[in-house]
């Protein structure tokens, strides 16, 4: 996705979460070597949560790539599969 985006390749799967264009997108589970479960949130858990649906820093209304959010948001049109979601334009 850094090729798609124009980006430097991304340092972790971390820092791929947090370059998604939606906080409730970004966050993944990992096994460890041990057989825990690891949790990679870097805008945390509480949109999620809460069924809000905001943009990551990186598509902020201020960036360029704020359209990307927009569209996404258009074409999964969430509100028909979860009626209590509030979306952030």
Same mark, same amino acid.
């Given at each position: 996705m850094?090729?798609? %985006?124009? +980006?430097p390749p991304? &340092?972790s799967?971390t @820092?791929?979460?947090?370059?998604f264009p =939606? &906080?409730?997108?970004?966050?993944?589970v990992? +096994? %460890?070597? @041990?057989? =825990? +479960?690891?949790?990679?949130?870097p805008?945390?858990?509480q @949109?999620l949560l809460t069924?809000?649906v905001?943009?990551?820093p990186y598509?902020?209304?201020? &960036?360029?790539?704020?359209?990307?959010?927009?569209?996404?948001?258009?074409?999964? %049109?969430?509100?028909?599969?979860?009626? %209590?979601?509030? +979306?952030? &334009?």
């Amino acid at each position: 996705m850094h090729h798609v %985006n124009h +980006l430097p390749p991304y &340092t972790s799967s971390t @820092d791929a979460l947090a370059h998604f264009p =939606e &906080t409730v997108t970004a966050i993944g589970v990992r +096994l %460890n070597l @041990d057989g =825990e +479960l690891i949790l990679s949130a870097p805008y945390g858990v509480q @949109d999620l949560l809460t069924l809000q649906v905001r943009p990551t820093p990186y598509f902020e209304t201020s &960036t360029s790539k704020h359209p990307i959010y927009l569209k996404r948001m258009a074409q999964k %049109n969430w509100p028909a599969q979860w009626p %209590n979601v509030k +979306l952030y &334009t």
